[in-house]
């Protein structure tokens, strides 16, 4: 009888007594108790930034010249080199926040979810909201969400393999109050722990413990050591940094020597070095790379996808292929009876009529309701409630005062459920069985004969693209119950269709896929016939013929892979054959992406490139196992997603490609001067106010530019490809080559026409600073011309040059700062031919691009 009560209250509902917390109370112990989360793995706060920051060596290098400048007894050089270190701190700082702000967001909206009663209602939290004594309802897939100990259980079986090792799940017990928890680990236990993951059965939990004092959190230290490891994009780029750091430091070694020997000014000479090596170090790489990827995942979580690793970011732009689960991803989960099959009669279900339900149909219906749950999460579930509350409303069919005695569930040997009932006012049970129409009519020990006239429905109802489900009945009188379904002289009493419509974006996200190079594959564990049907409607390939489980089973590795080259539908799947596909794939050379929902689907997730957990319906442990989630389950959403991994690293590569082209000329015109015994054109100063343009053109107008419109159309970046080809690299040098020598131009010949050293320096640094708004803006897109990509939008774009140009005419023309900066007053000519120049330094490449484009669009003609 025990055992009948907790299933009673498991099926039907929680009893009155289980209220939950008050919202109030749950929100004071929050603030008493804190967050149901571990201690923080590290200081995020503005000191630790700060400290961070002035660290890095250009930052090291600029103290170091001011106080020289103090050295030298040039007070206002070093409090506009110090005023400028701050506002480029500042700059720094403001992205680190936003940066981790953004961060944070994402971490807060990908924690695990909770399933509680708050005021006596359900409530879905986020897992850092639980507090201590809330009650918690788990179900298969959850990771449980604190410590707690079971009042009410089901078959719960539980994996705590994290907290001991043992991968074998440990079956649970209801508690009866006992204060005192136990070790994770046995049978029978009434407490669960925070960490730990259902794997079968229900149940329902008063939490005793959160946080930093749960099972886990006494542990955390050791899971907060825990770092992950640089991606390849970041393992190219800190090998760039020291690259260009040693360059740097070389040269400076050599100028610092060559200056202080020929002009006997050594603390000058250690300021020209000082100078030389703060051109040469290319810091933005490392700050473009965080702001691109953080900021990156923050647009992408606009577009309803979660980025759990950011890495996947980078391998978006990669994917060949797009494996797809059918159910909600390519169709809406919005099962909807539409056929009800008898022995000897069929109904077509039409919501929007008002006609009757032939009683030869009833008890299908009442006992497809039997066999569900009461309070149905499963889809499938809510169609079979939804058609007896249309049709059976009010009648003898319904039975809300039943009480749910026994559960047989879905099994991997058996792809069948039944529920057992103690009806009211009988001396017997009554058992009803929903599963696969081949699974039932063994149950039904059906005759040959029978059992193929019920396959020919079920092929004619699956090539419609209905899923198929057939429901028996069956008696029982005793006091224990069977052990398994098999032993119920179960009857046969038809098949109900359902439709799941292909969602309204599918068809043309998949042409989008096929145009942009990527494959699209359909897994499914329905029929052939459903599979095929769901995948014509959607647009997916069926060149290749179809692939069903069996089929993989048969095949060897070596065969599977050459089948899986032209084949994209594969059907009657089992969890476990959706990870050899995977493999079979990348042993092919694609780049995966797959999609997954279910606890045993987390192998297949973890093994692609780029696994994709539904959010909606996905559980837990799936979302664990996955780079990313899907917050909306729409396969159009994944192609949305590829479509900004693709802008994110287009524009990654755009970034890089101008940071790279700008210092070869400021890194030149720190140089030149120093080898021919020229007046200096540059000094700290004048870079840091180089570097207030760099960083927030490289890290802001860049990452805002919008996708190219042929982004959609090239085929996918190959995985390996290194950050800079070659092609990329020389084109950028070749860009800050040509602006070099055109700033190079204006000095010498400035020099020349008997203009002084003030003068000189203020045309040759003006052209510097066009010359690099011309950088970014020639760099803005790789493919259309100058006057093309203007008409793209970009408001930041327009904020860095007006303000740009707004600060240029400040130390040109204020009197105090245009002598802080050794410059003088220049004419209007003067700046034209700044223009001029700058301009000359680029227009090479707009003739590139533009002959490249004829040349690209003749041979696609």
Same mark, same amino acid.
């Given at each position: 009888?025990?055992?009948?009560?907790?299933?009673?209250?498991?099926?039907?509902?929680?009893?009155?007594?289980?209220?939950?917390?008050?919202?109030?109370?749950?929100?004071?112990?929050?603030?008493?108790?804190?967050?149901?989360?571990?201690?923080?793995?590290?200081?995020?706060?503005?000191?630790?930034?700060?400290?961070?920051?002035?660290?890095?060596?250009?930052?090291?290098?600029?103290?170091?010249?001011?106080?020289?400048?103090?050295?030298?007894?040039?007070?206002?050089?070093?409090?506009?080199?110090?005023?400028?270190?701050?506002?480029?701190?500042?700059?720094?700082?403001?992205?680190?926040?936003?940066?981790?702000?953004?961060?944070?967001?994402?971490?807060?909206?990908?924690?695990?979810?909770?399933?509680?009663?708050?005021?006596?209602?359900?409530?879905?939290?986020?897992?850092?909201?639980?507090?201590?004594?809330?009650?918690?309802?788990?179900?298969?897939?959850?990771?449980?969400?604190?410590?707690?100990?079971?009042?009410?259980?089901?078959?719960?079986?539980?994996?705590?393999?994290?907290?001991?090792?043992?991968?074998?799940?440990?079956?649970?017990?209801?508690?009866?109050?006992?204060?005192?928890?136990?070790?994770?680990?046995?049978?029978?236990?009434?407490?669960?722990?925070?960490?730990?993951? $259902?794997?079968?059965?229900?149940?329902?939990?008063?939490?005793?413990?959160?946080?930093?004092?749960?099972?886990?959190?006494?542990?955390?230290?050791?899971?907060?050591?825990?770092?992950?490891?640089?991606?390849? $994009?970041?393992?190219?780029?800190?090998?760039?940094? +020291?690259?260009?750091?040693?360059?740097?430091?070389?040269?400076?070694?050599?100028?610092?020597?060559?200056?202080?020997?020929?002009?006997?000014?050594?603390?000058?000479?250690?300021?020209?070095?000082?100078?030389?090596?703060?051109?040469?170090?290319?810091?933005?790489?490392? $700050?473009?790379?965080?702001?691109?990827?953080?900021?990156?995942?923050?647009?992408?979580?606009?577009?309803?996808?979660?980025?759990?690793?950011?890495?996947?970011?980078?391998?978006?732009?990669?994917?060949?292929?797009?494996?797809?689960?059918?159910?909600?991803?390519?169709?809406?989960?919005?099962?909807?009876?539409?056929?009800?099959?008898?022995?000897?009669?069929?109904?077509?279900?039409?919501?929007?009529?008002?006609?009757?339900?032939?009683?030869?149909?009833?008890?299908?219906?009442?006992?497809?309701?039997?066999?569900?749950?009461?309070?149905?999460?499963?889809?499938?579930?809510?169609?079979?409630?939804?058609?007896?509350?249309?049709?059976?409303?009010?009648?003898?069919?319904?039975?809300?005062? +039943?009480?749910?005695?026994?559960?047989?569930?879905?099994?991997?040997?058996?792809?069948?459920?039944?529920?057992?009932?103690?009806?009211?006012?009988?001396?017997?049970?009554?058992?009803?069985?929903?599963?696969?129409?081949?699974?039932?009519?063994?149950?039904?020990?059906?005759?040959?004969?029978?059992?193929?006239?019920?396959?020919? %429905?079920?092929?004619?109802?699956?090539?419609?693209?209905?899923?198929?489900?057939?429901?028996?009945?069956?008696?029982?009188?005793?006091?224990?119950?069977?052990?398994? %379904?098999?032993?119920?002289?179960?009857?046969?009493?038809?098949?109900?269709?359902?439709?799941?419509?292909?969602?309204?974006?599918?068809?043309?996200?998949?042409?989008?896929?096929?145009?942009?190079?990527?494959?699209?594959?359909?897994?499914?564990?329905?029929?052939?016939?459903?599979?095929?049907?769901?995948?014509?409607?959607?647009?997916?390939?069926?060149?290749?013929?179809?692939?069903?489980?069996?089929?993989?089973?048969?095949?060897?590795?070596?065969?599977?892979?050459?089948?899986?080259?032209?084949?994209?539908?594969?059907?009657?799947?089992?969890?476990?054959?959706?990870?050899?596909?995977?493999?079979?794939?990348?042993?092919?050379?694609?780049?995966?992406?797959?999609?997954?929902?279910?606890?045993?689907?987390?192998?297949?997730?973890?093994?692609?490139?780029?696994?994709?957990?539904?959010?909606?319906?996905?559980?837990?442990?799936?979302?664990?196992?996955?780079?990313?989630?899907?917050?909306?389950?729409?396969?159009?959403?994944?192609?949305?997603?590829?479509?900004?991994?693709?802008?994110?690293?287009?524009?990654?590569?755009?970034?890089?490609?101008?940071?790279?082209? $700008?210092?070869?000329?400021?890194?030149?015109?720190?140089?030149?001067?120093?080898?021919?015994?020229?007046?200096?054109?540059?000094?700290?100063?004048?870079?840091?106010?180089?570097?207030?343009?760099?960083?927030?053109?490289?890290?802001?107008?860049?990452?805002?530019?919008?996708?190219?419109?042929?982004?959609?159309?090239?085929?996918?970046?190959?995985?390996?490809?290194?950050?800079?080809?070659?092609?990329?690299?020389?084109?950028?040098?070749?860009?800050?080559?040509?602006?070099?020598?055109?700033?190079?131009?204006?000095?010498?010949?400035?020099?020349?026409?008997? %203009?002084?050293?003030?003068?000189?320096?203020?045309?040759?640094?003006?052209?510097?600073?066009?010359?690099?708004?011309?950088?970014?803006?020639?760099?803005?897109?790789?493919?259309?011309?100058?006057?093309?990509?203007?008409?793209?939008?970009?408001?930041?774009?327009?904020?860095?040059?007006?303000?740009?140009?707004?600060?240029?005419?400040?130390?040109?023309?204020?009197?105090?700062?245009?002598?802080?900066?050794?410059?003088?007053?220049?004419?209007?000519?003067?700046?034209?031919?700044?223009?001029?120049?700058?301009?000359?330094?680029?227009?090479?490449?707009?003739?590139?691009?533009?002959?490249?484009?004829?040349?690209?669009?003749?041979?696609?003609?």
């Amino acid at each position: 009888m025990e055992q009948e009560s907790t299933n009673k209250h498991s099926a039907s509902g929680e009893p009155p007594a289980f209220q939950g917390l008050s919202g109030t109370l749950a929100r004071e112990r929050q603030a008493a108790e804190g967050a149901n989360t571990l201690p923080d793995s590290g200081s995020h706060g503005t000191a630790a930034m700060v400290l961070e920051v002035i660290r890095e060596p250009m930052f090291l290098l600029l103290i170091a010249a001011a106080a020289i400048y103090l050295v030298l007894g040039d007070l206002h050089e070093a409090l506009m080199l110090l005023f400028f270190v701050g506002v480029v701190m500042g700059i720094t700082l403001y992205q680190s926040h936003k940066t981790e702000h953004v961060l944070q967001a994402l971490r807060d909206l990908t924690s695990p979810r909770a399933l509680v009663l708050r005021d006596g209602e359900k409530q879905r939290i986020a897992g850092r909201e639980v507090v201590r004594d809330d009650i918690v309802m788990l179900a298969e897939g959850d990771r449980v969400p604190a410590d707690a100990m079971l009042l009410m259980c089901n078959g719960l079986h539980v994996d705590e393999s994290l907290l001991t090792g043992e991968a074998a799940p440990v079956r649970k017990a209801a508690g009866d109050g006992q204060p005192v928890a136990a070790r994770p680990g046995g049978d029978d236990l009434p407490w669960v722990y925070s960490g730990t993951l $259902v794997v079968q059965g229900q149940g329902i939990a008063r939490v005793t413990a959160t946080g930093p004092r749960t099972e886990i959190g006494r542990i955390g230290k050791s899971l907060q050591a825990l770092r992950p490891e640089p991606s390849p $994009v970041q393992r190219q780029v800190r090998r760039m940094m +020291w690259a260009f750091a040693l360059l740097g430091a070389i040269l400076c070694g050599v100028v610092v020597v060559l200056y202080g020997l020929t002009r006997d000014a050594w603390l000058e000479a250690l300021l020209a070095g000082i100078t030389l090596a703060i051109s040469l170090l290319p810091q933005e790489f490392l $700050v473009v790379l965080t702001v691109f990827l953080a900021l990156g995942a923050w647009r992408i979580s606009r577009s309803r996808v979660l980025t759990r690793r950011i890495p996947a970011l980078e391998t978006l732009g990669a994917a060949t292929i797009l494996c797809t689960d059918k159910t909600g991803t390519i169709t809406e989960n919005r099962m909807t009876v539409t056929q009800l099959v008898t022995r000897d009669e069929n109904y077509a279900v039409d919501y929007g009529k008002t006609n009757d339900l032939p009683e030869s149909f009833h008890e299908l219906v009442e006992f497809s309701v039997l066999a569900s749950m009461v309070d149905p999460f499963d889809p499938m579930e809510k169609a079979f409630h939804r058609l007896a509350d249309h049709y059976l409303a009010g009648t003898e069919h319904l039975h809300d005062d +039943w009480t749910l005695a026994q559960h047989y569930p879905l099994s991997r040997d058996m792809l069948a459920m039944s529920h057992g009932w103690k009806a009211t006012q009988r001396d017997e049970y009554v058992v009803a069985a929903k599963g696969a129409p081949e699974a039932i009519a063994d149950l039904c020990h059906l005759s040959e004969a029978e059992t193929a006239a019920i396959a020919e %429905q079920v092929d004619r109802l699956a090539g419609q693209g209905l899923r198929v489900l057939a429901i028996a009945r069956a008696t029982f009188k005793g006091t224990a119950w069977p052990p398994q %379904q098999h032993d119920f002289p179960f009857a046969f009493l038809g098949m109900i269709a359902l439709a799941d419509p292909v969602r309204p974006r599918v068809p043309e996200a998949i042409r989008v896929a096929r145009r942009a190079g990527m494959r699209v594959a359909l897994i499914t564990g329905d029929y052939p016939g459903t599979a095929e049907a769901v995948a014509r409607e959607a647009g997916i390939d069926l060149g290749g013929g179809l692939l069903s489980g069996p089929e993989i089973d048969a095949l060897d590795d070596t065969a599977l892979r050459q089948r899986l080259k032209t084949a994209h539908v594969f059907a009657r799947v089992a969890p476990e054959q959706k990870l050899r596909l995977v493999q079979a794939f990348k042993a092919n050379g694609e780049v995966v992406a797959m999609t997954g929902d279910g606890v045993n689907d987390a192998p297949a997730l973890k093994a692609a490139h780029i696994g994709i957990a539904m959010g909606g319906r996905g559980t837990d442990v799936a979302r664990e196992a996955s780079s990313l989630v899907l917050l909306d389950d729409d396969f159009a959403t994944i192609v949305d997603a590829i479509r900004l991994g693709r802008r994110i690293f287009s524009n990654l590569n755009k970034a890089m490609a101008y940071i790279l082209a $700008v210092h070869v000329p400021i890194a030149g015109m720190a140089l030149l001067p120093l080898l021919f015994g020229l007046p200096l054109v540059l000094a700290p100063v004048h870079i840091v106010f180089l570097e207030l343009i760099i960083d927030p053109a490289c890290s802001i107008v860049f990452e805002a530019e919008p996708e190219e419109r042929d982004s959609m159309e090239r085929p996918p970046r190959r995985v390996e490809a290194p950050l800079f080809s070659l092609r990329i690299l020389l084109l950028s040098l070749l860009q800050g080559a040509t602006v070099f020598l055109a700033v190079a131009a204006v000095y010498v010949v400035s020099l020349q026409r008997g %203009q002084g050293a003030d003068e000189a320096r203020a045309l040759t640094f003006a052209t510097l600073v066009i010359g690099n708004l011309w950088l970014i803006l020639v760099n803005r897109s790789w493919s259309s011309t100058l006057l093309a990509s203007l008409r793209t939008p970009n408001s930041a774009l327009w904020w860095v040059i007006s303000g740009t140009l707004g600060f240029l005419a400040f130390v040109l023309y204020v009197p105090g700062l245009r002598e802080l900066f050794g410059f003088t007053y220049l004419h209007a000519n003067d700046v034209l031919l700044a223009l001029a120049a700058g301009a000359a330094g680029i227009v090479w490449f707009e003739v590139y691009k533009w002959a490249r484009g004829r040349h690209l669009a003749g041979t696609s003609a």
